[in-house]
């Protein structure tokens, strides 16, 4: 995807804290563009939404700035919470970045926050997380959203679920990628534990397919499903949601029901194929 828009004038502070695990030693500029990216996505998402201020931003999780610096620059003017379960990462983005600090929880429902966010940006979370963690986390954010506030986060989908099937190497190599793909083929979701990750932890890999995902939001009668870009942040598919109550009628149910399961039951055939064993 092209450019969206030019931030040639825009300065981002620079500074990168040595902790920070995002930063590849000789690629910062990669680290930097990653970050300017969601801030087109951002700003994007204002144009779609109608929304040319953000005075409440919430980037959870923050890590150590990578996109919380670009929206710092952008809207210096806006409150802007950091939050992470990376204690420092948070320390850091108040101290460089001028965040409200915030440090998270693995059980989202704890957090301080109510319906004060005009922005929220999740970027690369949800794509780690299991259904019920995926589902009760969504169900935050939305909860969180102000009225015609608008919701950022990023997925993996088609994109990153093809490159697995194709044996690409140097993608989750530390997952079990076959049971990956069949799952996501039969249900739209799938999520593997990284082998290195504890049970208590419980952290690993995440596919969600487009029709998956509107499966979940159609049933959110306040939820406006603005745009699904695919592709659009890296690997990573991005999602612009705009709030506004009452919107839809809940003709397909409503959050607190369980997620009717989809099954496209596969034995042998294309999936074998493409996985090289029986599936």
């Given at each position: ?227 699904y870009l695919e592709e659009a942040w890296g690997m990573q598919d ?42």
């Open positions: 995807m092209p450019p969206l828009f030019d931030f040639s004038q825009l300065h981002p502070s620079r500074t990168i804290s040595p902790r920070d695990g995002m930063v590849a030693p000789g690629l910062e500029e990669q680290y930097f563009d990653i970050g300017r990216r969601a801030l087109e996505l951002v700003k994007f998402s204002g144009q779609l939404c109608d929304k040319p201020h953000y005075p409440e931003i919430l980037d959870l999780p923050c890590g150590y700035g990578r996109v919380l610096r670009w929206l710092r620059a952008e809207y210096h003017y806006a409150k802007i919470t950091g939050c992470d379960l990376e204690r420092d990462g948070v320390d850091f983005c108040a101290k460089e970045f001028g965040a409200v600090p915030v440090y998270s929880e693995k059980d989202l429902r704890k957090l301080p926050f109510d319906a004060q966010f005009d922005l929220i940006w999740v970027g690369s979370l949800l794509t780690h997380l299991p259904q019920e963690r995926w589902l009760a986390a969504l169900d935050c954010f939305i909860r969180w959203t102000k009225e015609c506030g608008v919701l950022i986060f990023s997925t993996q989908g088609r994109t990153v679920s093809s490159l697995l099937a194709r044996g690409q190497r140097n993608i989750a190599e530390n997952i079990d990628k076959p049971a990956l793909i069949k799952e996501f083929s039969q249900t739209g979701f799938a999520y593997q534990r990284y082998f290195e990750s504890t049970p208590e932890e419980d952290y690993g890999l995440t596919l969600s397919s487009p029709e998956w995902l509107m499966r979940v939001l159609q049933r959110y009668p306040a939820i406006i499903m603005r745009a991005i999602v612009i949601l705009y709030k506004k109550a009452g919107h839809f009628e809940p003709i397909l149910g409503v959050p607190e029901l369980p997620l009717p399961a989809k099954s496209n039951k596969t034995s042998g055939g294309w999936l074998a194929n493409l996985l090289g064993h029986k599936a």
